[in-house]
């Protein structure tokens, strides 16, 4: 069993930057793929980004602006988020698994979700 909980969302103008946390418990922490996942008012949730060792992967929407790290001391994943617009605007959560895929709903294990609203 994981456990993950993330954090640092909020409110920020277009342009800014947020950091989000995602602590994780419970399995060895290198022996998964950790995700960040999004999803807006009346769409899909969508693959943002992943990690496992060093080697990372992003949406197309995101690359060069997001930018997804771990610090395995911590057991955590952060998401940095740069030049952000206000289409980035969801409920973004944290995954883990321990195969990678840009689907979801193979994830099986997630935090509750945190708001990052981006305003113009």
């Known amino acids: 069993q994981v456990q993950v909980v993330e954090s640092g969302g909020g409110l920020v103008q277009a342009g800014g930057s947020l950091r989000l946390s995602c602590a994780a418990s419970g399995r060895t922490f290198n022996d998964f793929f950790m995700g960040w996942f999004r999803q807006a008012p009346g769409k899909e949730r969508e693959f943002v980004a992943a990690i496992r060792w060093i080697t990372t992967y992003y949406a197309d929407s995101v690359k060069g602006r997001f930018t997804i790290s771990r610090d395995n001391a911590k057991n955590t994943v952060y998401l940095q988020m740069n030049s952000l617009k206000p289409e980035d605007t969801a409920v973004y959560y944290c995954?883990?698994?321990?195969?990678?895929?840009?689907?979801?709903?193979?994830?099986?294990?997630w935090g509750q979700g945190t708001q990052v609203t981006v305003s113009s």
């Open positions: 995954a883990a698994d321990f195969s990678l895929s840009t689907d979801w709903s193979v994830w099986d294990y």
